[in-house]
Every structure is written in structure tokens, then in C-alpha cells.
């Protein structure tokens, strides 16, 4: 089994400081964020970016000031989102990446219901995402709401534009998609291809028993606000306490959790490249 690789998701488009003032936002909070939970044990954190006023933006000098300010401090790996609630255009979806040539950015490969409108990823859209990522140096996590979406994935692979092995995030427990059962979450495992390796994330309360499961089964783990603003029923958290509580979780299993490089290796990532002038 491979060493445990943690993601965090600390912001994400929907949750607001009114909800849990815990919630980082701005660029500096995001990154010192960042730089805390890598300090606890996180190795990748899931990067969105907020306007002044707290909204979600696609503004790619949002995007460039946190990673600026995340890597100027840490190795973390930043994957860059290009989900679709702070505005459908492929070509702003994709602005960041093709600005940052981050090491990893998100990748929905299929259409769903979000609780309050359609997420609507057509193929013209998901294959659009995919060939910036592939030009910029990208690697894609392919984000899994429904079991047709790896199959959506798989053809990236045969079009040219994702290359394999590829890496999935199971998205267990939105309301409107898969909900989160061990059975789904066993049967997604299943039909990934053998040489693949994926994370899970359970929405809400399912993001403890989801990353509990992942755990135990091999898989990696995600963690964050994005996905789940509460310690326990009742309790807000904080992302700091979120990564914390799965590396105690990994400890007493006896799984251990990865360095940055050594999740670069265990997802085949490339190391971004740096010039003598940054
Ligand atoms: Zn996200």
C-alpha cells in the first residue's frame, strides 16, 4: 500500500466566514493555510480563488497571488480547481492553468445536479480543460460525482489528451450524485484501471467515514471546508484540526502519510521547473 497522500481543500466556492469564520479567503489566509497544513502532514492543497468582496473568481492574478505567496513558502503540491461555480466558460476555467502550469488541476469529466442548479461539464468542455492541462504540464485529477465519469475520463486517454496513469477523487455524499456507501466507494475503486490511483472526499458528514474507508482501503484522502465545515456534529472546524485528525487516524493504523516528493512520485507528477530568476 502506498504512504498516505492528504489533501487539503480549504476554501471552495460555497462556504462563507459567516458559516465558519474559520474559512481562509484571501490569498494570505489561503496560503498561510496551506503552509500550516503542510507543516501537519498535507502534501496537496485544492486551491480556489475569492474576489474582495468573498466571491468566487476565476481572475487568474487571484489564482497567480495564491500560488505565489503558497509556493514562496513550502513544497506542497497546489492543484489549481477549474470547477465550474464561479462561472461556465471553458476558456476562464481554464485561465489559470494555462497561466501557472500548477502541477495539478481539478478536472469534473461529466454533468450533475449540484443541490442548487446543473453543473454542466459537456465533452466539448471537458476536453477543452483537458488539452490546457496537457499543454501547461498539468496533471489532471479527474473529479468522480457519477461511476460514467471515469469511463468519460478513460477517453481522454484514447483522444490523446490525459495520459495514463491516471488519478481519480471519488466525490461521495453531494446531494444530487452518488451517495456515500462502502458499495460505492468499493465499486468506483473497481473500475478505475489497475494502474490508477485515487483520493476520496465525502461531502458534509460523510467526509469522515468516506476518508476513514479510503484509508484502509489504499486509497488517498481529502479534507477541508470545501467539503465539510464541522469537527464533529455541532463543533465548526478548522482545516488545521481536519488534516490533523487524519494523520492521527493514519498513525494508529500504521499507514504513513507522504512527503510532498513522495506524493510526486507515487502520482508520477513532474516538478515544476523553476529559472534561476524566481
Ligand atoms: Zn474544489
Not at 124 to 132: H, P, Q
Request: hydrophobic letters at 40%; one cysteine or more; a negative charge.
Amino acid at each position: 500500500m502506498d504512504k498516505l497522500i492528504i489533501t487539503v481543500a480549504p476554501t471552495g466556492s460555497v462556504p462563507t466566514k459567516a458559516q465558519n469564520p474559520y474559512l481562509p479567503v484571501t490569498p494570505q489566509e489561503i496560503a498561510d493555510t496551506a503552509y500550516r497544513c503542510w507543516q501537519i502532514g498535507a502534501s496537496i492543497v485544492h486551491v480556489h480563488a475569492r474576489d474582495d468582496q468573498g466571491h468566487p473568481t476565476l481572475d487568474p492574478a487571484v489564482f497567480a497571488r495564491i500560488y505565489e505567496l503558497i509556493s514562496g513558502r513550502c513544497d506542497i503540491i497546489v492543484q489549481i480547481s477549474t470547477g465550474g461555480r464561479a462561472g461556465m466558460d471553458p476558456e476562464a476555467r481554464a485561465a489559470a492553468v494555462r497561466r501557472l502550469h500548477p502541477e495539478m488541476a481539478s478536472l469534473t469529466t461529466g454533468s450533475m445536479n449540484f443541490p442548487d442548479r446543473v453543473y454542466e461539464n459537456p465533452f466539448s468542455t471537458i476536453e477543452y480543460l483537458a488539452r490546457a492541462m496537457k499543454e501547461a504540464g498539468t496533471r489532471p485529477e479527474m473529479e468522480i460525482f457519477e461511476a460514467g465519469m471515469i469511463a468519460n475520463a478513460q477517453l481522454l486517454v484514447e483522444q490523446g489528451l490525459a495520459t495514463e496513469p491516471l488519478h481519480f477523487n471519488f466525490v461521495l455524499g453531494s446531494h444530487g450524485s452518488l451517495p456515500a456507501t462502502p458499495k460505492n466507494l468499493l465499486y468506483l475503486s473497481e473500475l478505475i484501471p489497475s494502474d490508477a490511483t485515487w483520493t476520496a472526499s465525502g461531502l458534509g458528514r460523510w467526509q469522515l467515514p468516506v476518508t476513514a474507508l479510503a484509508l484502509v482501503m489504499g486509497g488517498h484522502v481529502r479534507v477541508g471546508l470545501e467539503d465539510n465545515l464541522y469537527y464533529r456534529r455541532g463543533e465548526l472546524a478548522s482545516n488545521e484540526q481536519l488534516v490533523e485528525r487524519m494523520v492521527r487516524l493514519a498513525d494508529e493504523l500504521g499507514r504513513p502519510v507522504a512527503t510532498p516528493d513522495e506524493a510526486r512520485a507515487i502520482l508520477h507528477l513532474t516538478p515544476p521547473q523553476h529559472t534561476s530568476d524566481d
